[in-house]
């Protein structure tokens, strides 16, 4: 009796066949990462700016604030807010006189809208 070390052209192909099926789902899950981190900084800056009108209004003991005409970007300088600001927004952001931030955008014009 032979005594074959190695492994068979069957089991070869298996593990190739696991293996290509493993590659494509991760494939498959990293396709949106880009997009989904983009959405997500959006989010957050939006949340940073809100956070920044409600201590404005807090503290000036305001019940309305003026109401962005389009979409603007933000920053220590640029608004009436901009004080409970660090930096200024990445984000093109707009926002009502009750100071509720409604969207966020790349573009100034508020479109494609990233958020909501």
Do not use: H
């Not at 074959?4 to 290509?20: D, K, M, N, S, Y």
């Not at 920044?52 to 209004?57: P, T």
């Not at 962005?68 to 952001?93: D, I, M, Q």
Request: aromatic fraction near 8%; charged fraction near 20%.
């Amino acid at each position: 009796m032979k005594n074959e070390r190695g492994f068979t052209l069957i089991e070869l192909l298996v593990v190739i066949a696991i293996l290509a099926v493993l590659f494509g789902l991760t494939a498959l899950y990293l396709r949106n990462v880009g997009s989904n981190a983009e959405r997500n900084t959006a989010m957050a800056e939006a949340d940073m700016v809100q956070t920044a009108i409600d201590v404005y209004m807090a503290v000036n003991n305001a019940d309305t604030i003026t109401a962005s005409t389009n979409c603007e970007k933000v920053g220590p300088t640029t608004s009436e807010f901009g004080a409970y600001l660090r930096r200024e927004s990445r984000f093109y952001l707009g926002w009502n006189s009750d100071g509720k931030v409604l969207t966020a955008s790349k573009e100034a014009d508020c479109t494609p809208a990233l958020w909501p």
